[in-house]
Structure formats: structure tokens, C-alpha cells
């Protein structure tokens, strides 16, 4: 079974960084896609980034391009988010997800991932 394991969160002044990280486990996943979401009060659940593990690819929405950096670390088998000039407005639960690669598109979709961590809150003060 795999297990998604999110730490990192917390409360920030607007401009600030954090980094969240996603340890894996349960699998071996060279055949996975990894990707980080998040959710706001009332709202849908947001794709924020992905990455394939066995070659590294990313991609990254545009309301976080230049800003987040997803990344993986195959030794620990972990992934991280690196967010930095924070916002308020990405003040949310975030979620790592992960699945198998079974097609080559819709992963911006959270309803295409079967694995979910237990979330992570990130609050950004202005």
C-alpha cells in the first residue's frame, strides 16, 4: 500500500519560503507521477505541480511558475515543494498525490491520482 507522508507547513509573512516535503513508501515508484495540490476554504481541490519520477520531468501551474519548484529526491524517496515569495492567496491545505502512469495526460487532474497524503496547512500572512 502506499503511503504518503506531507510535512513542512506552517505560518509565513507574505514574500517568505517554506519547503514541503512528501516521503513515500509502500512501493517502488520509477513508474509513478507525483504531484502536489491544494485546496482553500470552499474551493476545488488545485493542481499545483507534478513531476515523474524515473526521468524528472515537471510541470508547474501558472499561478505558481517561477515561484514553487516541485522536485524528488530518489534516495529518500521523498518529493518536496519548494515555495518561495509567498502570497496570501496560497494559503491552503496542500496535498501530495501519486499513481501509476497509466496515461499520458490528466494529470492536472486530482480525480486522476488514488494516493493522497494527510495534508499539510500552509497559512500566508500579508
Given at each position: 500500500q502506499v503511503q504518503l507522508d506531507?510535512?513542512?507547513g506552517g505560518l509565513v509573512q507574505a514574500g517568505?519560503?517554506?519547503r514541503l516535503s512528501c516521503a513515500a513508501s509502500g512501493r517502488t515508484f520509477n513508474n509513478y507521477?507525483?504531484?502536489?495540490?491544494?485546496?482553500?476554504?470552499g474551493k476545488e481541490r488545485d493542481f499545483v505541480a507534478r513531476i515523474i519520477w524515473s526521468t524528472g520531468s515537471t510541470v508547474h501551474a501558472d499561478s505558481v511558475k517561477g515561484r514553487f519548484t516541485i522536485s524528488r529526491d530518489?534516495?529518500?524517496?521523498?518529493?518536496?515543494l519548494?515555495?518561495?515569495?509567498?502570497?496570501p492567496e496560497d494559503t491552503a491545505?496542500?496535498?501530495c498525490a501519486?499513481?501509476?502512469?497509466?496515461?499520458t495526460?490528466?494529470?492536472?487532474?486530482?480525480?486522476?491520482?488514488?494516493?493522497?497524503?494527510?495534508?499539510?496547512?500552509?497559512?500566508?500572512?500579508?
Open positions: 506531507e510535512s513542512g517568505g519560503s517554506l507521477i507525483m504531484g502536489w495540490f491544494r485546496q482553500a476554504p530518489n534516495v529518500k524517496n521523498t518529493v518536496y519548494q515555495m518561495n515569495s509567498l502570497k491545505v496542500y496535498y501519486a499513481d501509476v502512469i497509466r496515461a495526460m490528466g494529470w492536472t487532474n486530482p480525480n486522476y491520482y488514488r494516493y493522497w497524503g494527510q495534508g499539510t496547512q500552509v497559512t500566508v500572512s500579508s
